[in-house]
């Protein structure tokens, strides 16, 4: 199909304009009352179907000659990649089953596992006993019979008559049950009747006392870690104990 601007665009077009006018263009004239006078006949004006015919026919050529070189090139690249295609197949279906090598039937017989008896487990560690042993290289009270634990040591205020005031470095649980071995809970103590326990884990301390209406035994052990014992006369007699 003819394409006037791709005419233009070539070089062809400028190469047969007539007379300064190019093809497809009318010539232009003054106005005057009779028209355009008519054009003069010149013997060296080349007819306008002798130079549009040819560039058509070169124009047809040179746009099926790209056609063929496209379809030429599309053709060898679809050679290529089917060459490629078979290549890759064969590599990954490896060689074919007639040169492979025959596959073993060869039966194998798996020993049993032995049967000697698996070791006994480990016996587990003893459990730590929540009773605390009774020290016998800690500090030897000198107003009953008691031993504090290992560590002890007497506190700033020295010692007054029938009170000791001791400083620890054990645990207070700790501190609680070693004394608590040592004494008899809830029965009498050095001729003294029990009176009674208190254990006030808000204030965090625990005291025993023995007393009778003259005398007092009293132990009082504190979460500060500061035990104190009492062996004196007392006046105030048995009021408040747990036993009339």
Not at 153 to 171: D, F, H, N, S
Not at 233 to 239: A, I, K, N, S, Y
């Amino acid at each position: 199909m003819w394409d006037s601007a791709r005419w233009r665009r070539s070089g062809l077009y400028s190469a047969v304009a007539v007379r300064g006018v190019p093809l497809g263009r009318a010539p232009t004239c003054p106005a005057s009352p009779n028209g355009c006078p008519a054009p003069k006949a010149n013997p060296r004006e080349i007819p306008h179907a002798e130079v549009v015919v040819p560039v058509k026919r070169a124009l047809k050529a040179r746009t099926a000659a790209r056609l063929s070189g496209r379809l030429s090139f599309m053709r060898r690249f679809s050679q290529v990649l089917g060459l490629v295609s078979a290549v890759a197949f064969v590599a990954a279906c490896g060689s074919s089953p007639s040169s492979r090598a025959p596959t073993s039937t060869e039966t194998v017989t798996v020993a049993p596992p032995s049967a000697t008896a698996a070791p006994p487990p480990a016996a587990p560690p003893p459990a730590a006993s929540s009773t605390a042993p009774t020290t016998t290289d800690g500090v030897r009270s000198e107003l009953i019979n008691v031993t504090l634990p290992a560590g002890t040591v007497p506190a700033c205020c020295g010692k007054y008559a029938g009170q000791e005031i001791w400083l620890v470095t054990t645990p207070y649980q700790y501190t609680v049950q070693s004394l608590r071995q040592q004494l008899p809970i809830v029965s009498a103590y050095e001729g003294l009747p029990w009176c009674s326990q208190e254990i006030n884990g808000k204030l965090g301390f625990t005291e025993w006392d023995w007393m009778d209406a003259k005398n007092i035994i009293q132990v009082h052990i504190n979460q500060t870690g500061q035990v104190t014992i009492l062996r004196q006369p007392d006046d105030e007699g048995r009021h408040g104990c747990d036993t009339p």
